[in-house]
Every structure is written in structure tokens, then in C-alpha cells.
């Protein structure tokens, strides 16, 4: 039967040993927020200088004190994490083979976006439309809105993708900063036919098997379901419990396979990819998690990542790279993350950041939407979380 891999190297075991004593602070605000119901569970994982020095799982899948054990090898709907791990990481491969160009207007690849039914007058008119580039979705300055539930009136893949195209502009292509799940949605459509075939058997291929990814995919088979947290109870669309399936709704209604959403993975192998970033791009024979093997070749140009990884302007003041956040503010990664540090994170309680300064990279994976996606007390957990990793470690 096709399940998750759940094997820890030897060599993660052994770095891991004193885990609990070392980041015995970062266990504490876990087990707080679990007890407070911020999430029933959660899985984390450090990485320093290319070794993996906690590996764990705390609580439950739900708060249900017969469920499942969360287990250091859990799997996740990892939710707008796949717009870092999945699309990202596809738009960066396709740079360094010439095939994605960042300036180039998305028109040119997606037609409909520009010459279907549209506004004439404001920010929408087709001329502000022929502007939206790449580089415009990717650092979330194209001028389309955040968010909306098409899969309420658009239930196949092809409405929801065509009710996308049609979106209004609501700024001109980067004028201002605005988080858009549409434009990743229509961006993973461009990459899909920038690379020939479906976003996620291009992903498994090019990205998730060379660096060793055994555990992360889209649409995870049947067989993983009761292994994975469920996500929420819903009574509204589906009316069923979701486990093991996309949370997000306008992934559900593409299929689950999506540019904004859809990725399911576990907090090893996002160590694993953050892994790749930090060591220039390269990976290892046998997963980028075994430190002792040698490394054989790169995945991304060193190039491509620190282009990827840096702040864009315009739009003004936004802490947007192309496709990675990184900190600013209150930010969820806490007060030690230095400014040459990249993240994201996800609506279901996930979330990853890397300090490609310091070599230093953290997962945090939770169901904090489990029963009814109400509890916002994450947004103060992942902060402390962070901020009591890093107090464990020895860094400038």
C-alpha cells in the first residue's frame, strides 16, 4: 500500500537526540497553544549549518484524546505553503533554463486574461492588463484582489480558471502590494504551459524527487488519508470532514492541484528543500537531509535563488520577494530572523521560514483549523515559537 515515508536517517536521529532539552522552551509554547486549543497538534523541524537538530511531533490530530499522535514524520495540507515549495520552485527552474522570462506579460501565455470580456476605464482597462508580468505575480503586485469564493458559483476547473482570467484589475500592475490567491492561481496555469504539462507531474519530477521529497505531493492517494490531520468539518461545501484532501475550497474546485494551494508534505522534507536553498541550489544523492553524502549537483542556480529571495521595488515599502515573504514588522517570524531571511505561510496553521544569512531554516505544520477554522491564536504562537528556537541556538 502507498503511504507516507516515515523512515528518519540514521544521522537525523542521532543530531536530534537532545532535542527536548535543547528546545525545551520552543516544546513549552507548543504544548501551551495545544492546551489553549490554538491547534491540537503540530510538527517542527530546525536546521542548522545542514543538520537537522529537532525532528518532532507534539499533540493530536484532533482534540480528541483517542486520534492519532502527531509523529515527527506527519504529513500536512501545507495550504499557500505550496506557493513557495511547489509554484515558486517551478518558476525558479524554468528561469534558469530560459524558459520563464520575469518581465514578460502574462497575456502572452494566457490570452484570455487580456482579450476576454473586461472593464475598459480605471485600473482595468487592457492596457494595464497587457502590463501584468511574471514578476508582477510573483511579488503579489499585479493589481488583483486577494481573494474570492468562486467555488461557489464555479465548480470545474475550467470555470474557476476562466472566472479567474476575467478577474477585475483593482490597481495598476505594481502599484501596491496586495497577497493575491488569484494571481498564483492563474500563475501556476502560465507555468503549466511554460513547462508542457500539469504543475504538479512537472513538480514531482524536476523538484520533489532530486532533492528526496518522498512524503510531499498533490493529491495524496486514498490510502494516506487516515495518516494525515483533517483540516476542518465542513458543513458548509462539502459537508464532510476534510483529511487527507486540499483544504482550500477554489483548490478543491481546480482539482487539487493549484498554484496557490493544494501541496501536502511534512516537516522533513521542508527541511529538505530548504536544505537545497541554503547549500546554493545543489542537492544530494539520496535526499538533501543526509549531510554525509556527497553533493552531486545543483537544482537552482545560486543566482536565481538570491534574484528570487530579494525584496522588490516597486511596489514601496512592501516585504514582498518573488513568491517568498520575508520579515517585517510584526512578522510571524519572530525578532531574530536577520533581513536576508525568506518565508511563507499557509491558512491551515503551516508555515517555513530560512535565514539565508545564518544557515538556519525552521517548519512549523499544524491543522489549526480543525473543527471550524475560527482560532486565530496562531498568529501569536508561530512569533514565540521562533523566537524560542532561536534563543536555544548559539548564532551572531
Sequence with gaps: MDTPANDIPASVSASTANQRTRFAAAYSVLEKAIADRAFPGAAFGVLL???????DGVGRFTYDPASPAVEPTTVYDLASVTKVVATTAAAMLLHDRGRLELDQPLGDILPGFVIGPGF??????????????????????SGLPAYARLFENHRSAAALLGACLRMPLEAPPGSRAEYSDIGFILLGKALEILCGEPLDRFCAREI?????????????????????????????????????????ENAFALGGVSGHAGLFSNALDILGYAACLLNGGRTRVGGATTPEI????????????ELFASRQNPPQGSSRALGWDTPSGESSSGHYFSPRSIGHLGYTGTSMWIDLDRGFAVALLTNRTWPDRSSQAIRAVRPAFHDAVRRSLTLP
Design 49 to 55: 549549518d545542514g543538520e537537522i537538530l529537532a525532528l
Design 120 to 141: 475598459v476605464i480605471g485600473a482595468d482597462s487592457p492596457r494595464e492588463r497587457c502590463r501584468v508580468s511574471f514578476r508582477h505575480l510573483l511579488a503579489h503586485s
Design 208 to 248: 520533489f524527487a532530486p532533492l528526496g521529497l518522498a512524503s510531499t505531493r498533490y493529491r495524496p492517494p486514498v490510502s494516506w488519508r487516515a495518516l494525515i490531520p483533517p483540516t476542518v468539518d465542513d458543513a458548509a461545501f462539502r459537508r464532510r470532514v476534510v483529511q487527507g484532501e486540499v483544504h482550500d
Design 294 to 305: 556527497q553533493i552531486i549537483r545543483p537544482l537552482f542556480h545560486p543566482s536565481t535563488i
